[in-house]
């Protein structure tokens, strides 16, 4: 949290990530949702909440909802579907960066449903592209999405992290445009 920077655009919601690094969510067994365009910081001030809370003795997993959905459908694969779901369940947090990528498949809709449902009173931090309403869709049956997406959405603090990409700044600079082009 430290390493963030709070002036990079006059839109970013200081307070409420500042806010949030009291780690009250935690404590509370909250979840946390940033969102908003690529490129803003929100997987930073996700992987700078989980430091922050391993600081303070917390248990934390972070990993990209795609790779936590293929790891579960291999537990379809050879058999360990629960034991791969409980390992998820135990961290005091799990961040799972990009979520809401894609289409989720039924297989999916139905292991992030007990992902969420096994981690009731264990706290989330997820980062998406998109805000939590447009999730919806990204559900084959509606009434999973309604049920997973309830208990996940109003058990949450929201933050819309807005602003230009910081990635542009990140870029490197090569070593001929370093250079002054000589004048004539």
Same mark, same amino acid.
């Given at each position: 949290?430290?390493?963030?920077?709070? $002036?990079?655009?006059?839109?970013?919601? @200081?307070?409420?990530? =500042?806010? &949030? #690094?009291? *780690?009250?969510?935690? %404590? +509370?067994?909250?979840?946390?949702?940033?969102?908003?365009?690529?490129?803003?910081?929100?997987?930073?001030?996700?992987?700078?909440?989980?430091?922050?809370?391993?600081? $303070?003795?917390?248990?934390?997993?972070? @990993?990209?909802?795609? =790779?936590? &959905? #293929?790891? *579960?459908?291999?537990? %379809? +694969?050879?058999?360990?579907?629960?034991?791969?779901?409980?390992?998820?369940?135990?961290?005091?947090?799990?961040?799972?960066?990009?979520?809401?990528?894609?289409?989720?498949?039924?297989?999916?809709?139905?292991?992030?449903?007990?992902?969420?449902?096994?981690?009731?009173?264990?706290?989330?931090?997820?980062?998406?592209?998109?805000?939590?309403?447009?999730?919806?869709?990204?559900?084959?049956?509606?009434?999973?999405?309604?049920?997973?997406?309830?208990?996940?959405?109003?058990?949450?603090?929201?933050?819309?992290?807005?602003?230009?990409?910081?990635?542009?700044?990140?870029?490197?600079?090569?070593?001929?445009?370093?250079?002054?082009?000589?004048?004539?």
């Amino acid at each position: 949290m430290e390493e963030f920077d709070f $002036h990079a655009s006059p839109k970013l919601p @200081a307070a409420q990530i =500042r806010d &949030l #690094a009291a *780690l009250r969510w935690l %404590h +509370a067994g909250e979840s946390v949702i940033l969102y908003g365009p690529v490129g803003v910081g929100k997987s930073h001030v996700a992987q700078a909440l989980g430091h922050l809370a391993i600081r $303070h003795g917390a248990d934390v997993r972070f @990993a990209k909802t795609s =790779r936590v &959905l #293929a790891d *579960l459908a291999g537990g %379809h +694969a050879d058999g360990t579907w629960g034991r791969r779901l409980r390992e998820l369940a135990k961290p005091a947090v799990l961040i799972l960066d990009d979520f809401g990528m894609r289409e989720l498949t039924a297989r999916q809709a139905d292991d992030l449903y007990e992902l969420i449902s096994e981690r009731a009173g264990h706290s989330l931090v997820l980062t998406s592209n998109r805000s939590p309403v447009d999730w919806y869709p990204l559900f084959p049956n509606p009434v999973v999405a309604e049920s997973l997406l309830d208990r996940l959405i109003n058990t949450s603090h929201q933050v819309f992290i807005n602003g230009p990409s910081y990635r542009p700044n990140k870029r490197p600079r090569s070593v001929d445009s370093d250079r002054k082009e000589p004048t004539e």
